[in-house]
T-cell receptor, first 116, second 114 residues
């Protein structure tokens, strides 16, 4: 089946620094990728929809200048958390739409971000 | 505004018995529903889905039932196995309306008791 690779799996950074998370579709082309955030014991909240070659579409309440998304190729989308603060600590997960499958959504393994 | 709700945060079931996980939604535009299984610090894994034109879909031990009039769906796992212990999320999208975004429920932690 379709595989989405997400790196790093966990990262610890200092307040004020930026962190980049990569999401790659390994065996298919993903024109659309989705970025989610999950707080402990809560649901996955969609942050933005990333479209290859165009600007990402952000959900209401998500700061686009803080969470920079780049989808420069059909197999790679990146999420950069800029000037990270402790409240940005969370579990970030990417997902890709795979048109070749019935269910159509494949998730990465997630990135645990801790800002200290 | 939680458009997809899973009112039971946790559920414990004896091994071999049936596990029933419930999900309610409020947005009538949702036309495609999915169930995902998730372990801590991992991404969700797809289990089963159902389109709004159906009321039942079965795949091995997993069956999803959809009641459109009640805006309710349920996932049945039978027989339950210890490896089924995880958090289960239902998700919905409005595909036919051109919206592929998934809206997730709050999850139900299923524990299978050996």
């Amino acid at each position: 089946g379709a595989v989405v690779s997400q790196h790093p799996s966990r990262v610890i950074c200092k307040s004020g620094t930026s962190v980049k998370i990569e999401c790659r579709s390994l065996d298919f082309q993903a024109t659309t990728m989705f970025w989610y955030r999950q707080f402990p014991k809560q649901s996955l909240m969609l942050m933005a929809t990333s479209n290859e070659g165009s600007k990402a579409t952000y959900e209401q309440g998500v700061e686009k200048d803080k969470f920079l998304i780049n989808h420069a190729s059909l197999t790679l989308s990146t999420l950069t958390v800029t000037s990270a603060h402790p409240e940005d600590s969370s579990f970030y997960i990417c997902s890709a739409r795979d048109p070749g499958t019935v269910y159509g959504y494949t998730f990465g393994s997630g990135t645990r971000l801790t800002v200290v | 505004d939680q458009q997809v709700k899973q009112n039971s945060p946790s559920l414990s079931v004896q091994e071999g018995r049936i596990s029933i996980l419930n999900c309610d939604y409020t947005n009538s535009m949702f036309d495609y529903f999915l169930w995902y299984k998730k372990y801590p610090a991992e991404g969700p894994t797809f289990l089963i889905s159902i389109s709004s034109i159906k009321d039942k879909n079965e795949d091995g031990r997993f069956t999803v039932f959809l009641n459109k009039s009640a805006k309710h769906l349920s996932l049945h796992i039978v027989p339950s196995q210890p490896g089924d212990s995880a958090v289960y999320f239902c998700a919905a999208s409005a595909r036919d309306f051109g919206n592929e975004k998934l809206t997730f429920g709050t999850g139900t932690r299923l524990t299978i008791i050996p």
